[in-house]
């Protein structure tokens, strides 16, 4: 490659540059040691345990955590640890099966509101005609879930039906609900033990 001369302008400029600069003394050329990386200091070693105190301390055992969660029971299992308010050995023939129910209803195919009127009337009368044991039918319902994004509960008479005896008015006349013996229906059907009326 060769050089091509400058022309006279360039020339020119390039005087009036040269003019102006001045000369940088030794010390002040560029050091290419002061701008390289410089080492990492170094960490110090963790101290090194003592292994005869490590043998007799430990750190305090973790207090066992509490759930804040409280899973309801199933409604046969409720129906089963519920307090028995009547006698213990009536309540042992009623729930082998060995008592006959005085009086019977059955809410099948009813819906909530005619089920829940049905039943009102049909306690408090039994109640007022002094029978002490009554049979009430609610099926043990179908599963009816279709798979929506709101699960529908199976058998909701069968689930509905020990809330409503345990609420008022019915709670003054029910002495004791209890899930019935298979020869009168088993899982679809409770014995309803009555207070006598006074």
Same mark, same amino acid.
């Given at each position: 490659?060769?050089?091509?001369?400058? %022309?006279?302008?360039?020339?020119?400029?390039?005087?009036?540059?040269?003019?102006?600069?001045?000369?940088?003394? $030794?010390?002040?050329?560029?050091?290419?040691?002061? !701008?390289?990386?410089? *080492?990492?200091?170094? @960490?110090?070693?963790?101290?090194?345990?003592?292994?005869?105190?490590?043998?007799?301390?430990? *750190?305090?055992?973790?207090?066992?955590?509490?759930? %804040? !969660?409280?899973?309801?029971? +199933? #409604?046969?299992? @409720?129906?089963?640890?519920?307090?028995? $308010?009547?006698? $213990?050995?009536?309540?042992?023939?009623?729930?082998?099966?060995?008592?006959?129910? &005085?009086?019977?209803?059955?809410?099948?195919?009813?819906?909530?509101?005619?089920?829940?009127?049905?039943?009102?009337?049909?306690? #408090? %009368?039994?109640?007022? +005609?002094?029978?002490? #044991?009554?049979?009430?039918?609610?099926?043990?319902?179908?599963?009816?879930? &279709?798979?929506? *994004?709101?699960?529908?509960?199976?058998?909701?008479?069968?689930? $509905?039906?020990?809330?409503?005896? %345990?609420?008022?008015?019915?709670?003054?006349?029910?002495?004791?609900? +209890?899930?019935?013996?298979? +020869?009168?229906?088993?899982?679809?059907?409770?014995?309803?033990?009555?207070? @006598?009326?006074?």
């Amino acid at each position: 490659m060769t050089r091509r001369k400058l %022309s006279a302008e360039e020339a020119a400029l390039w005087r009036k540059v040269t003019e102006r600069t001045e000369a940088l003394e $030794q010390r002040q050329t560029f050091d290419p040691a002061a !701008f390289a990386p410089q *080492p990492k200091p170094k @960490r110090a070693d963790p101290p090194k345990p003592d292994f005869g105190k490590l043998a007799t301390t430990f *750190p305090p055992k973790p207090e066992p955590r509490k759930n %804040s !969660f409280n899973l309801t029971p +199933s #409604l046969p299992d @409720r129906l089963r640890n519920a307090p028995v $308010q009547m006698d $213990q050995k009536t309540f042992g023939k009623m729930k082998r099966g060995k008592m006959k129910p &005085e009086g019977r209803i059955d809410l099948h195919g009813m819906t909530l509101d005619r089920a829940h009127n049905a039943l009102t009337r049909f306690v #408090l %009368s039994a109640q007022g +005609s002094g029978k002490r #044991l009554v049979l009430v039918i609610t099926g043990k319902g179908k599963n009816r879930d &279709e798979g929506g *994004p709101i699960p529908v509960r199976h058998g909701v008479l069968r689930h $509905q039906v020990p809330q409503w005896l %345990s609420a008022p008015p019915l709670a003054s006349a029910v002495m004791q609900v +209890s899930e019935a013996h298979i +020869s009168h229906g088993g899982g679809g059907a409770y014995y309803v033990y009555l207070r @006598r009326q006074r």
